[in-house]
Nanobody, 124 residues
């Protein structure tokens, strides 16, 4: 079992950068989980943003953030990060981190553990 707590969201202007974090706690080693970031905008379904494997060697991104966002993790700190650059108003959403015992895919249902989310708002 793992508990996830996101932080770092806020209100920024278009073109700004922001880094959100997700701290994990629990009995199971953080390095045994593949991690993902998802987001949900008002009135829309939750969508995949980025994922990272247990070791952090492999990362995956949705097309709409590729080249702007970077996912990383620090297993010593039990934390996964999402660095967001050149933010756009359409990036406004609640950002969730999620953990899976399996391979970190872009599919919501593959993740068993979820944080409560952190709001990111990008003004134009």
């Amino acid at each position: 079992q793992v508990q996830l707590v996101e932080s770092g969201g806020g209100l920024v202007q278009a073109g700004d950068s922001l880094r959100v974090s997700c701290a994990a706690s629990g009995r199971t080693s953080f390095s045994s989980y593949g991690m993902g970031w998802f987001r949900q905008a008002p009135g829309k379904e939750r969508e995949f943003v980025a994922a990272i494997t247990r070791s952090g060697v492999n990362t995956y991104y949705s097309d709409f953030v590729k080249g702007r966002f970077t996912i990383s993790r620090d297993n010593a700190k039990n934390t996964v990060y999402l660095q967001m650059n050149n933010l756009k108003p359409e990036d406004t959403a609640v950002y969730y981190c999620a953990a899976t015992n399996g391979f970190p895919t872009g599919i919501n249902n593959d993740y068993r553990h979820w944080g409560q989310g952190t709001q990111v708002t990008v003004s134009s």
